[in-house]
């Protein structure tokens, strides 16, 4: 039974609010109901009515006959909080509210949703909206919103942050012949949101792909578990709005800095297997493809045309989107060469040419289709005088059934010559476009899909047994000090004891400190400055590189201050950090910044002092984060193509920066009070790694 | 008068190859003219006939009482030199030959077609074709052509390399509404190819937005010379197949690595002022936007919607597109707040809310367009109870009107309810989207020309008096010794002879000369082993750094020459080469790679060991290329961030970066049997820059 089983397919429902008067949302929603062919008991709920559309009418929920699974109100909104009460004391446990006037209109709006979700929750009801359209199921079958349209039965289950959005895509779709499964008007997400949604999709027999538009993500974390473990099951296909706000917080970290303000929802999408489409176009492009082909098991495309142009187009968009022209068997080229004409291009993009009918077409789509190396196909058509479109129509839709594991998709150039044949196809099952981009577009996010489904396993987060409970004094004394950035020192001890290889910092105090700590280390040391107000160290002689012995050491302490005080006057110092100068390595960043919404933000990339420049970087969010995800955040990068090997160099210790990833992403899960954080440069050697400079800071 | 003029609006036309019969070409070819309107004589010609559709036939063109303007050559393949002679000898300027049969089908076809080329220009004629569909032209009008359709008249001029595409187009236009003024068949584009027509466009009265279909380029130099000067004067819109092919020949040079095969077309599309459409979707809402719309004078959208939602996602798109959401003036916020609802939204994007009517959505759509601070504006609809959508559509017509410098483009979101309302915008020259994404597209595409034509002056090249004849010398030297790759001391000779700063740099062969020259030019000097056959010099003991002494130079050549022979054997070594050590700088790369089609190719980024790993580079063609080009080849890489001064730095002098690719330029203008050039690193520094090696490849 899917998570939502009731809302969706419930025995009976209550309209409270519900109307005798057509152009009322009360009256549209109890037609609705009615029109839909829903089987189970109806319940109008109005004090002023006997009968509404042939139903008894009742005066309150609570005097209905039976307990209802589901009750949709569609009260004035001053009502709404006393009859959700009314509808929790009787035993409900599923509402749909319509009202609006919440969180939409301001504050006072915002404690009134509150109040209502308090409500629902106290009731252990579950609630859809406030403020939505309804919902709507094509198998219960169910139309309980008052939208003007009803889907056709399909199998895609639709979800929108936007109403408005609901009612246009109905419309567009009654148009297309496009039916779904299920159709939510999300509204406010009060209580149910998208993750909900999604998860009781992932169960539903009759949803065979997942596709909806949001604004916003609700609860992050849960979203991208629920997403993760939906995609392994089928494929989820979601536009997200509001991507062009440029992040307002100030960023005071090179992650913060490089990850803007939709990096985050990126990352979880991708993460969790979502394919984000980029425009409304391509989310019903690829709508369509998941919902009417199976997922192919490869990426070899094969095209076949009738004309020239068209078929290069194509096989660039193969090429564009990743994909791959397949390669025919010598069986198949000599099965084209043998009964297509002399002029007939037998490779791929097969070119049956201009004077094609619909048996060239059948003989080399079968022959395409049949062949091991073909994972999917691309039939092209251009009109011409001896071609009848909608014949060819005819042979793909017979021929495409002897293939049922290999996507078939088509695009019909032209107007009036192919809109009938365009139609029989879709209608058919065979998506149908009006130009080879979108046809190879959609057969890329089949592909896409069918990659994450290999490669997506369920997976154990990376882990790591950090000193919790060191990291977590260093943190308590950096606080008692009212300071929110660690020294480097302070940041260097953190790492290490999350098992991080740290090149050795101590903070000095006095210049025998330093003396004392360089000699345990041994030299060369490097000095620098500790002060959480001195951001450019070099640019005030803050720093003394290349330091040989004890003396050198103790001049160089008094330097750094005399230096610092002749330019910054008397400013704050925390003392003097000795480092042990390491060996140059492949220069690496390891950062990391908290979103609101997901947690935290990892990135990773070229590191050193021109990191914002170059911006060679990639992220991933730390939840749920797996050893083979940390891989493929490498991978993602040009720091990897120097990690490999560039330039005849050794390769540098990969296995060491998974690690120590890996590390990283534990600690940021351990400590939320972690904020930002930034490795710039993490110096990979061909055996391990070493972490140079280290800023963290933390909540105040 | 357009240069083609009598090819488009000819007096008198001759149909080579007439027949009476229906279905075959030289019928319809008759059959369009006749039916296309056409005012002008018109003689079928055909030895066999009398008349044909109620025209007198002549047995020859030489029997013809004038001689035409134009003849359609629709005779079999073997008769075609034949008739174009006697074309030519008659007097006739202007062929289109429809015939099949040549360059397409092979090696004896090519001969074929190269023979046809010769009694062209031996005549003076000019050809399209052959193997076309032909050409139309709606002003005249005149359909010289098989086409089954013929296009509605518009402003349109469009030419396609394929002649399948042509006649999709042509159907697809009809069920669309939309018209053309020239429509062309390129066929194989023996004599006439895309440079002509784009020239012809550019000065048709009629023809207000040159589109077009390629799959190659004939003439890349003129085609650029020809698009940049037509660039100034109308849009020109391309789609340009055939990007795929991964670039087969081996590239020697960092510039050849980066620059894929499609590079060259990418930067001469750029540097023409052309606008190049990535899908044939792109293609034709551009075309329509052109075609309908006026150029608007900036980059800031207002946008009108009936919901939330959409406007959001055209909101990010406004964004996506580098464009801006418009910031209305003070009175424009008074006003619409004023007289919208309370719950509008009175900042851009406007929402005028779900209850709104056609009433609402004029006053909000007059009042934006009225703002001083509005370039253009979009209109989003998606269907409520409240509207009607042709309502909506009536007014935007009408209001439109009042603003004739503002585009206005609409997206009316949903299926049968605004199917009519969109059709009514279309007829009414304002283009009607299903989806919000493509709307902002096209008006992107409008402010993307707007700037090329603010930006681009006809402007001189920028030129260089290099001293070519030691230029000369030295490659002639080169070549004779029987070498390609000059060596860095030969390369860093000629640059220098161009003007370019170079580290001092001799070839030495004897210990005593190295000395020698290391004295004149003063220490620290580096020695490397000069010698075409080794590339990695530092992997072979080839490279001594830091030499501050006569003694420690002499040391260094003994050493190298023993290592080298140590690793290699009896390699060939033409010497050392002693190049005076420079000041570190900022590290850049300017290459050189010359294209088959668009001559040389510059190339300009991050240089240093690590420009494959980076891929920080721009191109540009060195032909025609000017100053302000220059600087915009600079401004588009990540290099120009460091040379502005990165993280504190000075700024480094980028003039004298823009003077050396000028001057590189110049250079591999002047010898075109310069195949390759890199000058990696040349370091920027803060007065001055130095070309420290340098790669030059010459023709054998």
Redo the contacts between chains.
Sequence with gaps: MAYLEKLFNPTSVAVIGASRTP?KIGYAIVNNIISSGYHGNLYPINPREEEILGKRCYKKVSEVPEVVDLAVLSVPVSLVLEVAKECGRTGIRNLVVITAGFKE?GKEGAALEEELNQIVKEYKMRMLGPNCLGLMDTYTPINASFS?NSPLKGEIAFL??????C???L??????GLGFSKFVSLGNKADLNEADFIADAAEDPYSRVIVG?I?SVVEGERFVQVARKASLKKPIIL?K????KAGAQAASSHTGALAGSDQAYETAFKQSGILRAR???ELFNLAIAFATQPIPKGDRVAIVT?????G??A??N???QDLKMARFTKETVDNLRKNLPL?ANVYNPVDVI?DADERRYAFALNTVLADPGVDSVLVLL????TLDPLKVAGVIIDIRKNFPDKPVVTAF???????EAAERLSRSNIPCF?????AIGSLAGLVRYNQHRLEAKEEREYSFLGEKRRVADIFREVRDLDRVVLLGSEGAEVLAHYGITVAPTSLAVTPEQAATFAEEVGYPVVLKVASPKIL?KT?VGGVKLNLNSSGEVERAFVDILDNVHHYLGNVQICGIEVQKMVPRGRELIIGMKRDVQFGPLLMFGLGG??VN????VSFRLAQGLTQREIERMIRET?AF??LKG???DAPADVKSVVETIGQVAQLVRDFPEITELDINPLLAYEKGVSALDVKITIAS
Tied chains: 1, 2.
Excluded at 413 to 419: D, Q, R, S
């Design positions: 152009g209109v003007a929108s942050q936007s109403g408005a959005l009612a246009s895509i419309d567009w779709s009654l148009q297309k538009y604004e536009i709005s509001g991507t062009s425009s409304m176009e009738n004309s020239g142009g068209p290069i187009i096989t660039d193969v090429e564009h002029e201009g251009t009109p011409t005088a150039m032209g107007g009036t010559k192919v809109v009006p130009f080879p981009e979108p450019h640019d002092i021109y420049l170059l911006k060679d040009k193509t120097l560039f330039r005849g």
